[in-house]
């Protein structure tokens, strides 16, 4: 059963780099779509991006400026960076996975990551 | 953007009795071709990520209590249960993945009466 499990800093400082990984174990990279999903506390969810295994990539076009989305298939990981943090940015970070249909994103998600909280004061 | 609405915002509930949440779209996310609405739901749980619960409007994912029902086409979709249990207490989110971005409901958070 594939898991997912985010790592990284839960303090970061504004104006600066948010940079998270993902790592998925016991299932294959191969095949699927890997995104990114906020949570601000107490509120909804908003989807950040996807990276497909090949490579290709499809953000957010509210954060597109500031998102990259990277993969390294010999470790099983993938990553987010947000650039030019704010308190706004403050937020839980799920990591999860898509499916392909008809040869495109299948946007349901599943499985999820048990969430990273990533802090900007402000 | 799709905007994805809920109602209510919340509801509460006896045991046993019946819950029913309410999604729309901006939208129809039902496409022509496969006949299918492209609609997920997920209930949250405090402190736990969403778990996706239906897609494809109505397809029950595995391991998802029978009680639990999706339905509706177009614009206007349900989540149903039918009696509802203490552990079913949760936020619960539909989502569209018609198109891209992806974009979810507000929730509608379930709580015991």
């Known amino acids: 059963q594939v898991q997912l499990q985010e790592s990284g800093p839960g303090l970061v400082k504004p104006s600066e780099t948010l940079s998270l990984t993902c790592t998925v174990s016991?299932?294959?990279?191969?095949?699927?779509?890997w995104s990114w999903i906020r949570q601000p506390p107490g509120k909804g969810l908003e989807w950040i991006g996807y990276?497909?295994?090949?490579?290709?990539?499809n953000y957010n076009p509210s954060l597109k400026s500031r998102v990259t989305i990277s993969l390294d298939t010999s470790k099983k990981q993938f990553s987010l960076k947000l650039s030019s943090v704010t308190a706004a940015d403050t937020a839980i970070y799920y990591c999860?996975?898509?499916?392909?249909?008809?040869?495109?994103?299948?946007?349901?998600?599943?499985?999820w990551g048990q969430g990273t909280l990533v802090t900007v004061p402000s | 953007d799709i905007v994805v609405t809920q109602s209510p915002d919340s509801l509460a509930v006896s045991l046993g009795e019946r819950a029913t949440i309410n999604c729309k779209s901006s939208q129809s996310v039902l496409y022509s071709s496969n006949n299918k609405n492209y609609l997920a739901w997920y209930q949250q749980k405090p402190g736990q990520p969403p778990k996706l619960l239906f897609y494809w409007a109505s397809t029950r994912e595995s391991g998802v209590p029978d009680r639990f029902s999706g339905s509706g086409s177009g614009t206007d979709f349900t989540l149903t249960i039918s009696s509802l249990q203490a552990d079913d207490v949760a936020v619960y989110y539909c989502?569209?993945?018609?198109?891209?971005?992806?974009?979810f409901g507000p929730g509608t958070k379930v709580d015991i009466k």
């Open positions: 989502q569209q993945y018609y198109r891209t971005p992806p974009t």
């Open positions: 016991g299932g294959s990279i191969n095949s699927y779509y």
């Open positions: 999860t996975r898509s499916s392909r249909y008809n040869g495109d994103f299948l946007g349901w998600f599943d499985p």
């Open positions: 990276i497909y295994y090949y490579g290709s990539t």
